[in-house]
């Protein structure tokens, strides 16, 4: 007796869903539809902007490190070519420095 009104239940909704037209099916499964293709372009988008803030996280780390290199290469430069350090190694040579003649080379970065 108590699986009579779970089939009549079951029935009843059978016959609900059979007397749908054939638009209103139509028109129901276009939202489920695109209720789905929205939930995985959702998940898509979001990985993929992780995805692009990973590499941007990775390029900008690159970029400090060459930014470092630089400067330490820079800052080598200057001590190589201070006046004391010039001097010292040409008298080592038996030469003199002269100031006026003394040139020095920069990159076209640093005009």
Do not use: H, W
Not at 58 to 82: A, F, G, H, S, Y
């Amino acid at each position: 007796m108590a699986d009579q009104p779970l089939r009549s239940r079951g029935s009843q909704l059978q016959d609900r869903i059979r007397r749908f037209t054939r638009v209103e099916k139509a028109f129901y499964g276009s939202i489920v539809l695109t209720g789905i293709i929205l939930a995985v372009s959702i998940i898509f988008m979001q990985t993929r902007i992780l995805q692009v803030q990973s590499d941007l996280t990775n390029l900008n780390t690159e970029l400090k490190t060459k930014e470092t290199e630089l400067e330490d290469i820079r800052q080598e430069v200057n001590e190589l070519t201070r006046y004391e350090r010039l001097s010292k190694l040409a008298s080592s040579q038996g030469m003199t420095l002269q100031k006026e003649n003394r040139k020095v080379v920069s990159s076209s970065s640093d005009e």
